[in-house]
């Protein structure tokens, strides 16, 4: 039925394409992509032959609405390149038109790096805050670690491999030197996760950038250093007082 349908794809194996994705991009009257030689791939391995149209939310003027315009009476996909769309991919600004619009949107969830990352570091998962990719420049870059450092959170970061060992380097800098975990080509052939302190990892990777996607799982900060038992007994005595 006609509206938009966000499809989640593999992040590296095709058998994560679920049945109900495959499903969706086989009856659909368009697949809005990032880059078609990227989803031709995806669809060639499941059969699949539909038109397809480019879409970023910066896409010229007039794409965005033609293809919300459609959704009234046609099946729209939506795809990334791989994993979730609008996770650190486009597709914000075209759900939020869509519902404007008043057309149905529907999400098929699937594989999405950052959640897999979470899975495999062993850090605590209760609460974690996705950070997607820092700025580049090393301003805004410090800026932005100056900000996650209070946050009583797991952090899950995208990063790409010329550029982790430096990464890693600020974090601990900013951060103070948590435990972290550094995963690699996840649900591919060298699928890895290394866990350390930052600096450590940060030393690790310094000498060998390693190839391939990233994702990094940094520890929440630790707990407040408990007041020493002098310090308690005087807050104790203290409130004693004031209750006599
Ligand atoms: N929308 C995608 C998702 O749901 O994970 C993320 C898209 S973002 C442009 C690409 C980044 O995701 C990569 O730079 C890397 O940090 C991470 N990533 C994607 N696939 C990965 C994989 N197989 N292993 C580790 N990290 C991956």
Redesign the pocket.
Known sequence: SPGLYIVATP??NLGDLSPRAAQVLAQADVIAVEDSRVTAKLLRHAGIRRPMLPYHDHSAEGVRPGLVARMGSEAVALV?D????L???PGYKLVRDARAAGHAVVTIPG????VAALTLAGLPTDRFLFAGFLPPKQGARAEAIAELAGIRATLVL???GPRLAATLAALAHGLGDREAGV??????KFEECVTDTLSSLAARYADAPPKG???IVVAPPGEATPPSAEDADAALAEALTRLS
């Open positions: 992040i590296g990334s791989a994993g979730t769309p996770i650190s991919d594989p999405c790096a950052a995208y990063e790409s995963a690699r080509e996840i649900t591919k996607e990233i994702v």
